[in-house]
């Protein structure tokens, strides 16, 4: 049996810490491969933090080859400013990885949240925890931001991986037959 594999590379978009994550998915299970942050604080000016994001991003894309890019989407708060600055930092993330023929998905973050924690409104430092207990891991990244884009990227899996996603089943008995794999 062939063994099949695939990249997620997982954003958590910012424009003075962007976090990221590889993670790849061997015969349906993830493991982590690499994660990160790309700072953007020693810049005064929002477009040379722009620019470095763009160099960066460019270059984790053609390092680790992702067959796939889950980025968060900006959630909606009070500073309109802030939104526009991270907004164009996903912009430039989205548009690399589709010049370069990445498929792209967005999860918003309640959504991350729910589908690592179980709880929309979940703290950073939660959602941290179990990732650390998913991956039975005790050399996650320091970084919340790095942890963050962990999160998406899981998200993105659990999305694919999803038994309700192109299938239909006729109750618990049904479902357990057709994915012994998954129930223990």
Same mark, same amino acid.
């Given at each position: 049996?062939? #063994?099949?594999?695939?990249?997620?590379?997982?954003?958590?978009?910012?424009?003075? #810490?962007?976090?990221?994550?590889?993670?790849?998915? #061997?015969?349906?299970?993830?493991?982590?491969?690499?994660?990160?942050?790309?700072?953007?604080?020693?810049?005064?000016?929002?477009?040379?933090?722009?620019?470095?994001?763009?160099?960066?991003?460019?270059?984790?894309?053609?390092?680790?080859?992702?067959?796939?890019?889950?980025?968060?989407?900006?959630?909606?708060?009070?500073?309109?400013?802030?939104?526009?600055?991270?907004?164009?930092?996903?912009?430039?993330?989205?548009?690399?990885?589709?010049?370069?023929?990445?498929?792209?998905?967005?999860?918003?973050?309640?959504?991350?949240?729910?589908?690592?924690?179980?709880?929309?409104?979940?703290?950073?430092?939660? #959602?941290?925890?179990?990732?650390?207990?998913?991956?039975?891991?005790?050399?996650?990244?320091?970084?919340?931001?790095?942890?963050?884009?962990?999160?998406?990227?899981?998200?993105?899996?659990?999305?694919?991986?999803?038994?309700?996603?192109?299938?239909?089943?006729?109750?618990?008995?049904?479902?357990?037959?057709?994915?012994?794999?998954?129930?223990?």
């Amino acid at each position: 049996m062939a #063994v099949t594999s695939q990249r997620i590379l997982g954003i958590d978009p910012g424009t003075i #810490v962007m976090g990221y994550a590889l993670i790849e998915i #061997v015969d349906n299970k993830p493991k982590i491969l690499h994660t990160g942050v790309v700072k953007t604080g020693k810049y005064k000016d929002h477009y040379l933090r722009l620019k470095h994001i763009f160099v960066r991003t460019q270059h984790l894309i053609d390092e680790y080859l992702p067959d796939e890019l889950a980025i968060e989407s900006p959630f909606f708060g009070k500073d309109i400013q802030a939104m526009l600055k991270l907004g164009r930092a996903q912009g430039i993330v989205m548009g690399i990885a589709l010049e370069r023929d990445i498929p792209v998905f967005e999860y918003a973050p309640l959504r991350v949240k729910q589908a690592i924690t179980g709880m929309g409104r979940a703290a950073k430092e939660q #959602v941290a925890f179990f990732l650390q207990n998913m991956f039975n891991d005790d050399e996650l990244p320091k970084e919340l931001d790095a942890t963050d884009a962990l999160a998406v990227a899981v998200c993105h899996y659990l999305q694919l991986k999803s038994p309700l996603k192109g299938k239909s089943y006729k109750g618990w008995g049904d479902f357990v037959k057709k994915n012994p794999g998954r129930v223990k």
